[in-house]
């Protein structure tokens, strides 16, 4: 699974789910001209090249009517695949600047499975750069809760929503992402915990290429720039203002690292 930059901390402008097409292109196998099917023994493979022969087809060639009806194909072949047709047409729709056709199909692989935290946080995003921040907020607090009970599970390697420490990520962009709703409608409180929250979370992340480090660092360095534009001395002064708000989410950490 790809890994979101956690630039939109600092800059609302990028959008980065216009990178997300290759959400689960590395799972999906080898480029196979698409053809029907005749043994539903052979549907899970069919479906793979089905889903790698969009992205070939949308990655050179561009918006055209090919991609998707190969998508569509895919939803009636393996209807339990539906909610990943839907996410994929709404990357296709956004990289396209097509964002309310985007929005509507998001909205839709969610509606098909509301477990996807996945779908959530990237709905969170879109609707972030579309300044709609309270309802950006609701998906990103989704995906959190989702993310959560997730990880506290047993892990399953075919979880749609990735290995523990993709989630772990995602969960911790989460966090960043209502750090910076709560900096852009001055809500310095929101901002400030949910920006610590993050920093303390990517710490938790095992990442050996130092990237979930790096970004702690950056949402460390934000953290500071907002005890500043709200006037806190320190961060142990907004600590202790919002204690009861970084003890439940300490508790919270220490409850799933048992």
């Given at each position: 699974m790809?890994?979101i930059?956690?630039?939109?901390?600092f800059?609302?402008?990028?959008?980065?789910y216009?990178?997300?097409?290759?959400?689960?292109?590395?799972?999906l196998?080898?480029?196979?001209e698409?053809?029907?099917?005749?043994?539903?023994?052979?549907?899970e493979?069919?479906?793979?090249?089905?889903?790698?022969?969009?992205?070939?087809?949308?990655?050179?060639?561009?918006?055209?009517?090919?991609?998707?009806?190969?998508?569509?194909q895919?939803?009636?072949?393996?209807p339990?695949?539906?909610?990943?047709?839907?996410?994929?047409?709404?990357?296709?729709?956004?990289?396209?600047?097509?964002?309310?056709?985007?929005?509507?199909?998001?909205?839709?692989?969610?509606?098909?499975?509301?477990?996807?935290?996945?779908?959530?946080?990237?709905?969170?995003?879109?609707?972030?750069?579309?300044?709609l921040?309270?309802?950006?907020?609701?998906?990103?607090?989704?995906?959190?809760?989702?993310?959560?009970?997730?990880?506290?599970g047993?892990?399953?390697?075919?979880?749609?929503?990735?290995?523990?420490?993709?989630?772990?990520?995602?969960?911790?962009?989460?966090?960043?992402?209502?750090?910076?709703?709560?900096?852009?409608t001055?809500?310095?409180?929101?901002?400030?915990?949910?920006?610590?929250?993050?920093?303390?979370?990517?710490?938790?992340?095992?990442?050996p290429?130092?990237?979930?480090?790096?970004?702690?660092?950056?949402?460390?360095?934000?953290l500071?720039?907002?005890?500043?534009?709200?006037?806190?001395?320190?961060r142990?002064?907004a600590?202790?203002?919002?204690?009861?708000?970084?003890?439940?989410?300490?508790a919270?950490?220490?409850?799933?690292?048992?």
């Open positions: 790809i890994i930059c956690l630039q939109r901390i800059c609302r402008k990028n959008a980065p216009i990178f997300s097409l290759l959400v689960f292109h590395s799972v196998g080898c480029y196979s698409p053809s029907k099917v005749n043994n539903s023994k052979n549907n493979g069919k479906v793979k090249e089905m889903f790698t022969a969009s992205f070939e087809m949308f990655n050179r060639y561009g918006f055209i009517k090919e991609p998707i009806d190969i998508l569509n895919v939803s009636e072949i393996a339990e695949k539906a909610y990943l047709v839907k996410l994929n047409l709404g990357f296709m729709h956004l990289k396209m600047k097509k964002v309310k056709q985007g929005i509507i199909h998001l909205k839709e692989a969610i509606k098909l499975n509301p477990d996807f935290a996945t779908a959530h946080y990237h709905l969170g995003n879109v609707l972030l750069n579309e300044n921040i309270e309802e950006a907020i609701r998906h990103f607090e989704k995906a959190i809760k989702i993310f959560s009970r997730k990880l506290n047993r892990p399953n390697p075919r979880e749609v929503d990735g290995l523990p420490e993709d989630m772990r990520q995602k969960r911790a962009l989460s966090y960043a992402q209502i750090g910076v709703c709560g900096d852009l001055n809500d310095g409180k929101r901002a400030i915990v949910y920006t610590l929250k993050a920093s303390m979370e990517f710490l938790q992340v095992n990442d290429t130092g990237e979930a480090k790096n970004k702690a660092l950056i949402a460390k360095k934000t500071y720039k907002m005890l500043e534009k709200y006037n806190f001395r320190s142990e002064e600590v202790s203002t919002f204690n009861n708000e970084i003890m439940a989410f300490n919270m950490s220490q409850s799933r690292n048992n």
